[in-house]
């Protein structure tokens, strides 16, 4: 959610500016913004509401600038208006900043009394009067930042500039992520590392409570107390063509085919010939994973749809009981703990603050260990959580999660055979199961044209049910997820059980039913569900490995490769992804930074 890049350099940085801003597009916004500070000690700023692409028609009214700082909004406080956009100004200062300021009532009112005229509805204004607030009275931007920080409640990643001090950015950061990297003659800060990896591939994070001043020589990290930090000096693995379209039309397409590679990897680096090799989870969790006795699945949006999947594999393989919540219900609520709870929290940037919200409640509380999943290796969930397993599914660029998805639920199912082992899982099956994903998935790339055909179904519906049973299920709330995420269709996911309960009187023949049919012990049940919709006219898309009769032309059968039950889910959802993608397609709606929606989600 929002996005910051700022450099310190020797040479005019206009441009670089704006094209590094662009990296950042995925992470969602409604306006965009730079100030930068040129040789002549001013400071100049333009902005705009809309595409980024706005921002560069007022490019050219910019002089060259040599430290500047540019940034993303996503609107929280305030509509996406010009007033609202960052960069904010009071006098000689201009602040970019992530995150919620939960105060900015009270700071507003402070400032108002210290004739401050406050021009936006933002909360982050006020970060710009109180800084300038506080240099005025001491003439140190050092201590005028960690000042106003000290006054300020809730989450921030915070850029700003002086024109006093024409060559430095200084950064703060506490709750909302935020790096320093470091290149030759010039240096930077960025929410992440995309904007920067065509210059450099070093970089640090900046903790909770640590501010920074960059140069284009240095770069200096200090706490609230002035006392000089060393920070680690982080080499990054990623490519900046991981963070390109290499071809492809959007992101999300790219990514979906990305899976195939990916999986592959994560079964080569984990699986052995007949059993997971040892440890995969860090040294000594063998032994650690063993001696669970209930496991406690806390996460957001789609991770949390993977952990409904993990919740189903381990109790169908072991007694072990498990409870899947949504991170946002999890840390208002009184938590009984059973003895022998592991948390496990999932979430593949490491930020999403309901999650960390939760893992930090988790941790004052009396389970056994803490375990996270993710995908991005120097996050705030990855430094809180105890045990840590990392993806490695690299950079997920699309605001709807593909590949982070099913690595996900690669990952839980390596978990999941784990925690199994001790109440007598089938584990050789289960790996025999596992190595079969490579060679499936290339059959269900292959219906990618039938799916495109069939899009065209949905293009003007307002409305579709999803449909599962089982394991299924999950993939039926991920699969209605993705089609209002890109599409804009309203899409709920149900119990195919459940449909005479209630769902079904919403279907008729103008509402498209979609089901995921894998043929095993549940598929008789399933079938009659769906003979009370064909019944009723409804539009039925299954998808199914099963041999069905197609006796109703409103019934479309996608015939999917044969595979087991256990990797099903894995499976089954990349239809699913490339369904939603094609509706999104003929819908003409913007298919890798939808409406409304950011990647990080980093505010509560």
């Known amino acids: 959610m929002c996005g910051i890049y700022g450099i310190a350099s020797r040479k005019s940085i206009t441009n670089k500016l704006f094209h590094g801003l662009k990296k950042l597009e995925y992470r969602g916004y409604d306006s965009s913004g730079i100030a930068g500070i040129s040789q002549d000690r ?53 602040i970019v900043h992530n995150g919620i300021i939960e105060n900015h009532e009270d700071i507003r ?22 800084i300038n607030y506080n240099y005025k009275k001491c003439n140190d931007m050092r201590l005028a930042l960690v000042g106003s920080v000290n ?8 850029g700003v500039i002086n024109s006093n001090l024409p060559d430095k950015i200084f950064a703060a950061s506490s709750g909302s992520p935020l790096i320093i990297a470091k290149g030759k003659n010039e240096n930077y800060i960025a929410s992440d590392i995309s904007p920067v990896l065509n210059d450099t591939q070093k970089y640090l994070t900046l903790g909770d409570g640590e501010f920074a001043e960059l140069s284009s020589e240095k770069v200096i990290v200090f706490d609230k107390k002035s006392k000089i930090l060393t920070k680690k000096v982080i080499t990054t693995n990623i490519k900046d063509e991981q963070v390109s ?76 009981t498990c409870t899947a919540e949504v991170a946002s219900e999890y840390k208002y609520k009184k938590i009984n703990i059973l003895p022998d709870t592991l948390f496990v929290c999932i979430s593949q940037s490491g930020e999403t603050a309901d999650t960390i919200s939760s893992l930090k409640k988790a941790k004052k509380l009396g389970y056994k260990d803490t375990l996270a999943i ?23 660029i699309s605001v709807a999660s593909t590949k982070a998805f099913t690595s996900q639920l690669f990952s839980l199912l390596l978990f999941s055979i784990i925690v199994s082992r001790k109440h007598g899982c089938a584990e050789r099956k289960m790996v025999s199961d596992i190595k079969q994903i490579d060679k499936i998935i290339n059959s269900i790339f292959r219906l990618e044209p039938e799916i495109k055909k069939i899009s065209s179904k949905f293009k003007n519906k307002d409305h579709t049910l999803f449909l599962g049973k089982g394991g299924s299920y999950p993939i039926a709330l991920e699969a209605a997820l993705k089609l209002k995420e890109i599409s804009y269709i309203h899409a709920s996911a149900y119990h195919s059980g459940e449909l005479k ?19 095993n012990y549940l598929a008789k049940l399933v079938l009659s569900n769906l003979a009370e919709v064909e019944a009723r006219q409804g539009q039925t898309f299954i998808f199914t490995n099963k041999k069905i009769p197609r006796k109703n032309k409103k019934v479309e059968i996608i015939k999917m490769p044969d595979c087991p039950d256990l990797i099903v889910p894995i499976l089954y959802i990349i239809p699913a992804q490339l369904l939603s993608y094609h509706v999104a397609l003929k819908k003409k709606t913007d298919v890798d930074k939808p409406r409304n929606l950011a990647k990080s989600v980093t505010v509560e």
Not at 77 to 84: A, S, T, V, W
Not at 151 to 158: C, K, M, N
Not at 385 to 394: I, P, Y
Request: glycine share 6%; aromatic share 6%; charged share 20%.
């Open 42 to 94: 001013k400071c100049h700023v333009i902005k705009s509401t809309g595409p980024i692409n706005n921002l560069k028609k007022r490019l050219k009214t910019l002089p060259n600038i040599f430290t500047g700082i540019s940034h993303t909004r996503w609107a929280t406080h305030g509509e996406p208006l010009l007033k609202n956009t960052h960069p904010h100004h009071s006098g000689s200062i201009n």
């Open 109 to 130: 009112n402070f400032l108002k009394k210290k004739k401050y005229s406050l021009t936006s509805d933002t909360d982050s204004e006020v970060i710009a009067h109180l």
């Open 151 to 158: 006054v300020l409640e809730g989450s921030y990643a915070i």
């Open 245 to 320: 379209l290499m071809g492809h039309k959007h992101f999300m397409h790219k990514e979906i085919y990305e899976q195939k590679e990916i999986l592959n990897e994560m079964k080569n680096r984990y699986v052995g010939h007949t059993s997971l090799l040892p440890n995969i989870f860090g040294p000594g969790t063998d032994n650690l994973l063993s001696k669970i006795k209930h496991v406690h699945f806390v996460a957001c949006g789609t991770s949390y749809h993977a952990s409904l999947v993990a919740k189903d594999w381990i109790e169908q393989h072991s007694t072990i």
């Open 374 to 396: 993710c995908n991005v290796a120097e996050s705030t969930i990855t430094r809180l959580s105890n045990l840590v397993f990392l993806m490695n599914a690299g950079p997920e």
């Open 501 to 519: 309960h209630g769902p079904l009187a919403l279907v008729d023949k103008k509402m498209p039913v979609v089901c995921f049919l894998p043929d």
